[in-house]
Every structure is written in structure tokens, then in C-alpha cells.
């Protein structure tokens, strides 16, 4: 199908919510670059104008209409606008409703059809029963990442029933990729000079669980690791209970898996959990954590925390506040329970009320932030290696880093005020810590790292 005019050439792209939704934004990008549209940063210069939407709680639902709205005030008159993802499976009449000169409607399953969804001349949509993409065979990616570093997707959905969480619902369940599909990914991110990756999935741990297989995340693990290549590879979204003697070893053996976890236990209260209909218990949460620090003593272990949950009374709050006290995670992010109609919580007696929600959420902040704090403090006068990204959002005169504990986009930074001007971008470098800044680190590098390229180690 022709494009409507040469002269109606350039898009423009949003993408909102989670990483998962930034690879499926990344194909939708690279199909359209292939086609031969061109990408502005301008929203008024923009012929097409495409948000790639989450909906998977109330306030990214906010998020997305406001974002929408905003596109319809500032957008030139002519300009198509296309809107994508969670949202429009989940709530595609209101969006009708709301913005009737929406141009097209693209399901979260229906990626590939962005290309219809630009060049129809008449106003319509692509919305099947399917709820998540994944990429298979020769679909091109455009990263919307620094080059150095990329998600890699390794499947999608969840099979999961978290009493608070509406995912199987949006994104239906669980689906792996093959094997052969990931290395390949994997394999081409390398190609294309990514160093550092990140396998993303609703839960990692579940990876292969739809064929049947048992152990297939720590068999692609060894099998990545064959690779003899440089690389980090970083595991986000990997829940407690997936997490084994064989996963800790892998981790262990080879210091190219960056030693950070980001592992959502939601609660430490054991009839919470049971509630909220997690597999986990708070000794096997607790256990699970000591295990991790005591075979890879640097590991930095992320987590989100929910508070307000229906029913949870002053001491099941105090307890989770105790446990974030006392074992003094590296990261931990606090959410607030929203109440989604979808969800079994929804239909749970004793709703907590919004006031006594942030005023939980307050009390976790103010402790975290001692934590992160002390910590912050203790790798002053220390050197590590580190991943130089960029420039500092804040000023052209610094540099944004990050060691092996600093996830992009979701952890602090290092701020480096005092560089060589051998210094390269998307390469690593020895930093020597010299302060702190809130949630950062303030540094200056030493020296390029060269041969320490896969070490991870503090000096």
C-alpha cells in the first residue's frame, strides 16, 4: 500500500509504561523506518502521531489520556493520531468516546500492523483476541535506548493469579519464545555493539513453563553464557520463588550476570501474601534473600513493595515496615494498591482508605531513604567500574554512569563531575566515588577500564 504523500512522511513517537511495551514500541518504530517514514522528535512537525499505551493500573491509565489529550492541543491540524497497546484492549470505547479524531486503534497483540494503521485513509483500528506480541523471525527493531545497552523480551503474559494484578487479563497468559528465537535476539543485540542486556518478562522465573519445561531459564542462561563474548546481562522481574541453588550458582560462576536481582515480594506478612495470592512465605522471602548475599556478596537486590492492601491492618504494615528496617535492601519501589474492578481484590471487604495508603507509602519512603542513604555513603573513597551513558540530564558539564547495581531508567546514577577527555561514551570505566547526591553517587573516573570490561568487582 502506497503512502498517502510523500510530503506526509514523519511520525512521531510515545511510548508509555513498562520496558515490555518499549520493545513492542521499538518494532512498531523499526517497521515504520523500514518503510521509509521518517522519526521526529518534533510533535508539530509530525505527520503521525503514535502512543504505545499501559493500562495496567489506574494512574497509568491517567498517564495515558492525559498524554493524548496534550497530543490533540499541540499537534499540527492535519496530523494522523494512532494510538497503541493495554489501553485500547482494555478500554477502547472510552478512548472512542474521549477522543473521537483518534485516527486508528492498534491492539497490544497487533504490532505489526502499525504500517495499516498509517497508510489507511479511512479511520479504523487492528484489534484482535491476541494481548501481547512477541517478535519472531525477521521483524526489524529500532532501539530507543543509548546504544550500549537494550531489553531483550523473552516472553510475555502471565499464568500467575496475583489477587491485586490484572496482567493475564491484558495480556493474557503466559508465552515463551523458543530458545532459538532468544539467542538469536540476544546474539543480534551483541552484533549491533550492545553490551549491556536486559531479559525482561513478567516473571522470569516462568520462561518455558507454558511448553512444560522445567529449569529452561537456567538452561538459557548457560547457554547465553557460551557466548564468548563481553557483555553484562541483567535479570529484571525475577520473583522469590523461582529462585534456586541452580539460578544462584549461574549467577554466581560467571560475573558477566550483572549480581543484581530485582525481585517483587509485595509483602513480608505471611497472611498478606496468602491473601494477595503470592507462593511465597516470609521465611522463604527471608531465607531466599540471606542465600542470595551469602554466595555473591555484592548483589543488589531491587523490589516493589505494596501497601494498602484490602484488609491489612496496622501490625501487618509495621511488620513489612520492620523488614524493610532490618534487612536494608539496595532498591525497593513502593506502590500504593489501586483497586482494579478486574481484579479478586477488588471484591475484597475492608478497603484501605487513600490517607492511611500514603501515609504507609510515607513511612517505607522515609525509611528507604536512611538506607539508601547509609549505603549511598559507604562506597565513598571506594572504586568500581562503571558503565558511562551519557551526559547528565541536568547539565552538558557532567556525565551519567552506573555500576553493576544501578539498573537503567529505575535505579540511581553515578554523577561524574571530573572526567578525562579519553572518556567514552558507552564504555566502561574505573570511578572512584567522592560523594553523594540523595539516591546518587558522585564521582570521578579513574581510568578506562580496558581489560576489566567484565569485572564487576570493587577495588
Known sequence: MA???????????????????????????????????????????????????????????????DTIAQIFQEKKKDAKVIVAGCMVQKCKDDLRVRFPGIHFLVGSGDVEKILDAIQSVQAGEAVTSAKSFLEWGEIPRTLSTPRHYGYLKIAEGCSKRCAFCIIPSIKGLLRSKSVEQVLKE??????????EIILIAQDLGDFGKDRQEKGALAALLKTMLQEPRDFWLRLLYLYPD????????????????????????????DEMLQTMHRKTSRSQIVNTIAKLR????????????????????????????????????????????SLEKEAY?????????????????????????????????????RRLVAMIDGY???????????????????????????APKNTVIGQLHTVEITDVAGYDLIGRVVDVAGGKRCKLALY
Open 294 to 337: 551469602q554466595e555473591i556478596p555484592d548483589i543488589s537486590i531491587r523490589t516493589s513493595l505494596l501497601v494498602g492492601f484490602p484488609n491489612e491492618s496496622e501490625e501487618q504494615f509495621q511488620e513489612l515496615l520492620d523488614f524493610v528496617k532490618e534487612v536494608k535492601l539496595e532498591q525497593v519501589g513502593i506502590f500504593k494498591f
Open 392 to 418: 547528565h540530564p541536568d547539565s552538558e558539564f557532567l556525565l551519567a554512569a552506573r555500576h553493576w547495581g544501578q539498573c537503567p531508567e529505575i535505579d540511581g546514577l553515578i554523577i561524574i563531575n571530573d
Open 186 to 195: 540476544f546474539r543480534s543485540l551483541l552484533d549491533r555493539g550492545v553490551y
Open 345 to 381: 481484590a477488588s471484591r475484597l471487604d475492608n478497603q484501605i482508605a487513600e490517607e492511611i495508603k500514603q501515609t504507609r507509602f510515607e513511612k517505607i519512603a522515609a525509611a528507604q531513604q536512611k538506607i539508601v542513604k547509609k549505603k549511598n555513603r559507604s562506597y565513598i573513597g
Open 3 to 65: 503512502k498517502n504523500s510523500v510530503f506526509q512522511n514523519k511520525f512521531h513517537f510515545t511510548s508509555l509504561g513498562c520496558p515490555r511495551n518499549r520493545v513492542d514500541s521499538e518494532v512498531m518504530i523499526g517497521l515504520l523506518l523500514k518503510a521509509g517514514y521518517d522519526s521526529t522528535s518534533r510533535l508539530n512537525d509530525a505527520d503521525f502521531i503514535i502512543v504505545n499505551t499501559c493500562s495496567f493500573l489506574e494512574a497509568s491509565r491517567v498517564e495515558g489520556f
Open 242 to 269: 523461582e529462585i534456586d541453588d541452580e539460578l544462584i550458582q549461574i549467577m554466581k560462576s560467571d560475573r558477566r550476570i550483572c549480581p543484581y536481582l530485582d525481585m517483587p515480594i509485595q509483602h513480608i506478612n
